[in-house]
């Protein structure tokens, strides 16, 4: 099948959350309906279609948004020790004015609108429709590049390098420097269906991506991610590792080594340091990730029922990952905070978004593989990030290539330093050329 290219937009209806969109025919040829016969002259029956790739527009109804309104003027503000500050959580004078801010300024039309400036589709992959954004390049020699974010992200992490991705000429690149794009929201994120049986977990999730990318007609691409779009990612060079170019990742996790191997090298004491407090930081930090993953559905009920609710939950952790000075805002913008936080409020997906981290648990054992990568594989180190891992220790785990210490930046490399995430990526993939 031919990559998608065409742009026809569809409206996206909600039933509270996001809906089917209507079937329109799938770009590319179709399959024939008669089956040829044999050589014999027997009939063979036609091998089922796939699923169609649907193009596919985010609009949000009015009654959602009214509802919305409707929700955050009757906020009930939790008490707060005098001047605590984020200590405990999310800042009660922060989250006043991020509120306020929500109510009487926040445009999502407008945000909406710039989403979908974007080539948006969707498809049905193991019982699951899935959402993605396929941006394909000018250039006809553009290296396919397969992103994938983590929680509590989205896809809209990545509106600020998709174009220097896909244009790099005017964005100070060269015409090799050029991706196709392929950005998919997980399933139980976003736009992408909620499952309604249990197992979607990191393993499940990347079989269905290198379904998609086998649908969209690439055989070799390389892949992108952070926080659970590394690991997913991960999970695709050890099962398909024949179609993977390189493996990019700005979030470096390693484990238990994998049997018979051993570090090269020592890591310096200063690099044992940072890691130990790095693991200290975030042992302060993971209250989350253990409510997700053993009791995600009680969670649920009061995120899916507050607004206000919601936003802290997500609002708190770009606070905690970001390269701040003591507000999210130094690192990401209100309006992109908000807008992230919104995907999960329209799509109603805060339960089976914090699913993801039950089923890695329970189904696939936790986020570690025990075996050896040997795709070539980059890690670009963010400062702030929430596990610091040395190049030492990364070694034995992957075929690792590339290992650049980045000068800033936190958790959230696509939006808060698009430009040296996008630099990095480029002289990776240019040194497998």
Avoid at 296 to 302: D, H, K
Wanted: hydrophobic share 40%.
């Amino acid at each position: 099948m031919r990559p998608i290219t065409a742009r026809v937009l569809l409206l996206l209806l909600f039933t509270g959350a996001c809906g089917s969109a209507p079937e329109v025919p799938a770009a590319g040829p179709l399959a024939d309906p008669v089956a040829n016969p044999d050589a014999m002259g027997r009939w063979i029956p036609a091998a089922p279609e796939e699923p169609a790739v649907e193009p596919f527009t985010i609009h949000v109804p009015d009654a959602v948004l009214d509802d919305l309104r409707h929700r955050l003027a009757l906020v009930r503000w939790p008490h707060e020790i005098d001047q605590s500050g984020w200590k405990y959580g999310a800042d009660l004078g922060y989250m006043k004015e991020l509120v306020a801010y929500w109510q009487d300024q926040y445009d999502w039309r407008e945000r909406e609108r710039r989403l979908n400036q974007f080539d948006h589709f969707r498809t049905t992959i193991d019982g699951v429709g899935l959402h993605f954004l396929h941006q394909r390049s000018e250039h006809p020699e553009a290296t396919p590049l397969l992103i994938t974010h983590g929680w509590p992200g989205s896809v809209v992490e990545f509106m600020k390098i998709i174009e220097p991705l896909t244009d790099p000429v005017s964005h100070g690149g060269r015409a090799e420097d050029a991706f196709h794009v392929v950005a998919a929201s997980i399933p139980g994120f976003g736009f992408s269906d909620q499952p309604n049986e249990a197992g979607y977990g990191p393993d499940r999730v990347a079989d269905m991506l290198v379904t998609l990318m086998d649908r969209l007609g690439y055989t070799r691409y390389v892949v992108q991610g952070g926080d659970w779009g590394a690991i997913i990612g991960t999970r695709i060079a050890l099962k398909a590792p024949e179609r993977l170019i390189g493996l990019h990742l700005n979030f470096c996790p390693a484990g238990p080594l994998p049997a018979g191997t051993e570090p090269a090298a020592a890591p310096s004491e200063a690099e044992l340091e940072r890691m130990r407090a790095s693991q200290a930081a975030f042992a302060d930090e993971s209250g989350y990730s253990a409510q997700q993953g053993t009791r995600p559905q009680t969670l649920g009920y009061g995120l899916n029922d507050s607004p206000v609710g919601q936003a802290a939950w997500i609002v708190e952790k770009f606070y905690a990952w970001t390269d701040n000075d003591g507000s999210p805002e130094d690192a990401v913008t209100r309006d992109e905070l908000l807008t992230n936080v919104m995907v999960y409020w329209v799509t109603q997906t805060p339960t089976s978004s914090a699913r993801l981290y039950y089923e890695s648990r329970h189904v696939d054992g936790g986020i570690f593989w025990g075996e050896r990568v040997t795709v070539p594989t980059a890690c670009a180190m963010f400062p702030k990030e929430v596990a610091y891992t040395p190049r030492a220790l990364l070694e034995p785990h992957f075929n690792l290539v590339r290992y650049t210490e980045m000068a800033k930046g936190g958790h959230f490399a696509a939006m808060e330093e698009p430009e040296l995430l996008v630099e990095d990526i480029r002289a990776f993939v240019e040194g497998l050329r």
